[in-house]
């Protein structure tokens, strides 16, 4: 039989990178679905007399996160229940591998990367529901960054075989893979420098990432018509500088 500790540092990083993308894809399109209705129906200008862009850009990013969150406790807690209940010798393994990953030393990590990895994809989502009056506009725009998201997911099951080879640890310090990757090569004790620095870099990008999106989300959600190109939307954002 496998080890619970074998399982604790091969599969249980892949489990958790799983559990970030399937929670990230759920929250932060249901976040640019959200601020898209929200604009088309035009409840969004009633709710800006009240409070500042700002104000709600933050509300949502908070308040979605944190339900996110839940959802995940939700899900655990449920699969626990399940097989806690469903007494058999399958159910006893899974039983305990999954008091194994509750129990790993890899939860804060989840957690810290959880939030981060949120705070950095939508801060750009809701960027690009403030732009788009239907989920069709869309579509065309958030497309590559589901794309990028799909690279570090379809490298997981070699980076925990080679966690800390070069070209792992390289792709490390691009931001947007920063939180699969990292969280990925977690249980292999990656070099202090590689978590310091990408841990640095990462935060430094959320803070421009929203600060860019409330910039966009501040002219973007009273716009009307089709979605500036990229050009465009550089000109307003300098002209509003």
């Known amino acids: 039989m496998v080890s619970p500790k074998w399982f604790d540092d091969v599969h249980a990083p892949i489990g958790f990178v799983y559990l970030i993308f399937v929670s990230l894809m759920q929250n932060v399109q249901y976040l ?17 007399a009240s409070v500042t862009a700002g104000e709600l850009m933050m509300g949502k990013l908070l308040g979605i996160g944190m339900s996110g969150l839940t959802t995940i406790g939700a899900w655990l807690l449920s699969f626990y229940l ?17 008091e194994v990953v ?26 690009i ?17 589901i794309l990028i998201q799909i690279v570090p997911i379809a490298m997981m099951a070699f980076v925990v075989l080679d966690p800390n080879n070069s070209i792992v640890r390289a ?27 990408t841990t640095i870099v990462l935060l430094a990008s959320i803070a421009l990432v929203l600060w860019l999106s ?21 000109r307003l954002l300098r002209s509003k500088a």
């Open 129 to 145: 529901g403030s732009l788009c009056n239907t989920l069709k506009e869309a579509q065309a725009m958030m497309m590559p960054m």
């Open 102 to 127: 509750l129990g790993s030393e890899l939860i804060p990590w989840f957690i810290f990367y959880y939030f981060t990895g949120y705070a950095l994809y939508s801060g750009v989502f809701l960027a």
């Open 82 to 98: 399940f097989i806690s209940l469903y007494d058999s010798s399958q159910t006893e393994f899974i039983s305990q591998m999954l």
């Open 171 to 197: 792709m490390s310090w691009f931001p947007l893979f920063t939180p699969y990757l990292m969280m990925n090569r977690a249980a292999a004790n990656p070099p202090l420098v590689d978590v310091i620095g």
């Open 214 to 234: 409330g910039k966009v989300f501040k002219l973007g959600v009273p716009r009307t018509g089709q979605p500036p190109k990229i050009l465009e939307l550089w």
């Open 32 to 48: 640019l679905s959200n601020t898209i209705e929200e604009k088309s129906n035009r409840i969004i200008e009633v709710l800006l």
